[in-house]
């Protein structure tokens, strides 16, 4: 009686592990198609599919986001602070789109190097705070940097 | 030892769980009703508001219960069914059947209203990145064993055939918990885990917390209620149940 309870005990066991090593290389094999976007640097080292539609994710460059003269396409930079890609857009926007924050865009990459959006979500981070807690972090940011600043002069 | 074991065996008798669970469930009931009222007070009224998202952010204090309770409750379903399969109780299995729609129940909610928050911060209800899908799945999961538990009519058969599917099923649970981190995903990292201090104004956490209590109680009780109609419907023909209805 006991021993085939072991038995059984090792067949579940067993499995699991089994299972857990079948999981770990078909995760690992897929692990590129399992991406939801590409970074401005993977486009730039050719990473992306080129000549289909893709998603890239960044952070959008501050001061980037600019009108046309048309008044409803949009061009912003898309940026992980190593390389930039410029964006252009014609539709609506989430209300989290905002410059410095993530953000997702689908389309295609011209030959041009400009990629041409057909949708864009905002990426917002797990951090949540008041306001003025935001505010405050911004202000002991200004004064760090300010003091650093103060300190360079003076070497 | 051999007391220790005599106990654990007692409770593992549907006969001795019964009145047992009977007299938990309004204590878990309670607790519920306290710990929600308290979560959702602290959360809707207290908590303040977010820098980024507004009063939109809210839900977070419905939906990260919600995810929670379903990954969790699917390990607790997968622990019963596996312990049914090794030994033979017939407790367990009546346990994984009563906690898997509540499980579905947790799911479904963590999609439903993760759509409702999605929409309007990401402009976006759904989209297939690796941590909405992995739960969507998880939902799958949870409706698979329930379809093939009732499709199989000699109980025995139908827990060992949903013990296998939940227990081959718990590899989705480290995909879904660790999906924001191995791949780059739409949906933002988490605020809270073991590894790090979470990255919450304090009141926000406690509101979480609480919410997540009530959860917990919540699932125990329904739990508990739906493992005591299974146990009567199961053992209907023995002694034990005989005598409680002649009671009656």
Known sequence: MLKARHKRIALIVGGLVILAGVATLVLNAFQSNLVFFFSPTQVAAGEAPKGKTFRIGGLVKEGSIKREADGVTLRFIVTDTEKDLTVAYKGILPDLFREGKGAVAQGKLGDDGLFVASEVLAKHDENYMPPEATKALDDAGNRAAANKAAQTLKQ | MSNRLFNWFKYASPQSFYPVAGRMI???????????????????????????????????????????????????????????????????????????????????????????????????????????????????????????????????????????????????????????????????????????????????????????????????????????????????HTEWVRALLADK
């Open chain 2, 26 to 236: 309004p204590w878990f009931w309670a607790l519920a009703a306290v710990f929600g009222v308290a979560g959702l007070y602290v959360g809707f009224l207290v908590a303040p508001t977010d820098a980024q998202q507004g009063e939109g952010y809210r839900i977070i204090f419905l939906h990260v219960p919600a995810s929670w309770m379903s990954m969790f409750i699917y390990l607790v379903m997968a622990f019963w069914a596996g312990l049914g399969l090794a030994f033979n109780t017939r407790l367990s299995g009546m346990m994984a059947s009563a906690l898997a729609p509540t499980g579905a129940l947790f799911a479904f909610l963590s999609l439903w209203t993760g759509a409702l928050w999605g929409k309007p911060m990401w402009g976006a209800w759904w989209v297939w990145d690796a941590r909405l899908t992995s739960e969507l799945i998880l939902l799958f999961l949870y409706i698979g064993f329930i379809a093939l538990q009732s499709a199989i009519d000699d109980p025995r058969r139908a827990d060992k055939a949903g013990a296998i599917l939940a227990l081959v099923g718990v590899v989705n649970i480290p995909i879904i918990y660790f999906s924001v981190k191995w791949w780059n995903t739409l949906h933002q990292g988490s605020s809270v885990s073991l590894t790090k201090s979470p990255s919450m104004a304090a009141t926000m956490l406690w509101g979480m917390l609480l919410c997540a209590l009530a959860c917990w109680m919540y699932s125990i009780a329904v739990a508990l209620m739906r493992a005591r109609g299974i146990m009567l419907e199961r053992e209907r």
